[in-house]
């Protein structure tokens, strides 16, 4: 089955940096990859995602990139802000039942 | 968000006995699935399924069953709970078959087992 490592674990940033967040997954099918935020006590909601067919996708101050032939996908923020604040994780899927693989998480912290 | 409803949302209950979680929701989408959240883990797949009594195994189904016997409706059941399923659980659906995508999460469920 399909294997997603997720680095680094924990991440702190001064306000106003850039922070990237890598992921590498094992499946060659898998075509779908989705970042999800984790805000303390809740439940994982969806920032971004991206398809195999596209290399790059931003949406204001998040993009992700994507490498098939290495299969590695980031996350990049840019000017983070306090809110920016909590756990992401990465995702990978494709396979039957359009099953997620999620990365263990990283732990994102904006310093004032 | 998504018409997604966990219940309970806290549990504790004692070693041994069984538990049932129940997963409701009314999107009327097709897939649905249990995950557990665990510190340095992640989210784990226990079961999914992909249709009324249709469900398939995920990599952490030991100990746990499932069953679907309406669209909207998803039971994960601990048979006989242990320390080791103390954990939080996530449902989730999505809904185009054919196409991996966006996954809707419920709200959690936190159990502890004593």
């Known amino acids: 089955g399909e294997n997603v490592e997720q680095h680094p674990s924990t991440l702190s940033v001064q306000e106003g940096d850039s922070a990237v967040i890598k992921c590498t997954y094992s499946?060659?099918?898998?075509?779908?990859f989705p970042w999800y935020k984790q805000e303390l006590g809740k439940r994982p909601q969806l920032i971004i995602d991206?398809?195999?067919?596209?290399g790059e996708k931003k949406d204001q101050r998040i993009a992700v990139t994507l490498n098939k032939t290495a299969k590695h996908f980031s996350l990049h923020i840019t000017e983070t802000q306090p809110e920016d604040s909590a756990v992401y994780f990465c995702?990978?899927?494709?396979?039957?039942?359009?099953?997620?693989?999620f990365g263990t998480g990283t732990q994102l912290k904006v310093e004032l | 968000d998504a018409g997604i409803t966990q219940s309970p949302r806290h549990k504790v209950t004692e070693t041994g006995t069984p538990v049932t979680l129940r997963c409701h929701q009314t999107?009327?989408?097709?897939?649905m699935y249990w995950y557990r959240q665990d510190p340095g883990h992640g989210l784990r797949l226990i079961h999914y399924?992909?249709?009324?009594?249709?469900?398939d195994k995920g990599e952490v189904s030991d100990g746990y069953s499932v069953s679907r016997s309406k669209t909207e409706d998803f039971l994960l059941t601990l048979e006989s709970a242990t320390s080791s399923q103390t954990s939080v659980y996530f449902c989730?659906?999505?809904?185009?078959?054919?196409?991996?995508?966006?996954?809707?999460f419920g709200q959690g469920t936190r159990l502890t087992v004593v």
């Open positions: 499946d060659s099918a898998s075509n779908y």
């Open positions: 995702a990978a899927s494709g396979g039957g039942g359009n099953k997620l693989t």
């Open positions: 989730a659906i999505s809904g185009n078959p054919g196409q991996a995508s966006e996954a809707f």
């Open positions: 399924s992909y249709g009324v009594k249709d469900t």
């Open positions: 999107e009327n989408h097709r897939y």
């Open positions: 991206i398809r195999s067919n596209v």
